[in-house]
């Protein structure tokens, strides 16, 4: 820590990790939001795509001929 930082008094140095430390949960905090978006979005394509066969199903149950 000393080489990194310098003379920096301690004061300095701990308010400098603490900002790293608070800006990495941030970038994880986003991160994960992301990847939540996007499963979000996976799984409201393949409900829609579910919900479209299923109905396409129906229609050819309805149009068999008996």
Do not use: C, D, R
């Not at 000393?2 to 790293?20: D, R």
């Not at 949960?25 to 299923?54: C, H, P, Q, R, S």
């Amino acid at each position: 820590m000393q080489a990194l930082f310098g003379k920096m008094p301690i004061e300095q140095i701990s308010a400098v990790q603490a900002a790293t430390t608070k800006n990495k949960n941030a970038n994880t905090v986003m991160i994960i939001g992301g990847v939540a978006i996007v499963l979000a979005v996976g799984a409201y394509i393949l409900y829609k795509k579910n919900v479209e066969l299923k109905q396409q199903l129906i229609k050819l149950k309805i149009n068999q001929p008996k």
